[in-house]
Nanobody, 120 residues
Framework: QVHIVESGGGLVQPGGSLRLSCAAS????????MVWYRQAPGNQRELVAA???????NYADSVKGRFTVSRDNAKKMVYLEMNSLKPEDTAVYYC??????????????WGQGTQVTVSS
């Protein structure tokens, strides 16, 4: 089995910062892309930031210059550093990982999400 667990969400004032973490564990052979998504009430889930196993990154236009995605391949973790947060960043943030398991097969796995609320 493979497990994806996010942490680090919370309530922060506009202009503040948060760091989200996502840990992958279980029967993992290798991890390809790791991606942060978010979903606000009434909205579709949207890609926030992605990082390949080689460290190449991609960001949504709405977060460029404010968010930074990074990963630690040895620890099987991905991080999202969020600065200059705005109320419109309020959402549940989900981690997705493209994983080849030790049992064979490759698929995407989702975490349960972590709530980020930006409000004064």
């Amino acid at each position: 089995q493979v497990h994806i667990v996010e942490s680090g969400g919370g309530l922060v004032q506009p202009g503040g910062s948060l760091r989200l973490s996502c840990a992958a564990s279980g029967s993992i052979f290798s991890i390809y892309a790791m991606v942060w998504y978010r979903q606000a009430p009434g909205n579709q889930r949207e890609l926030v930031a992605a990082i390949t196993s080689g460290g190449s990154t991609n960001y949504a236009d709405s977060v460029k210059g404010r968010f930074t995605v990074s990963r630690d391949n040895a620890k099987k973790m991905v991080y999202l550093e969020m600065n200059s947060l705005k109320p419109e960043d309020t959402a549940v943030y989900y981690c997705n990982a493209d994983i080849v398991s030790l049992l064979g097969g490759r698929r995407n796995y989702w975490g349960q999400g972590t709530q980020v609320t930006v409000s004064s």
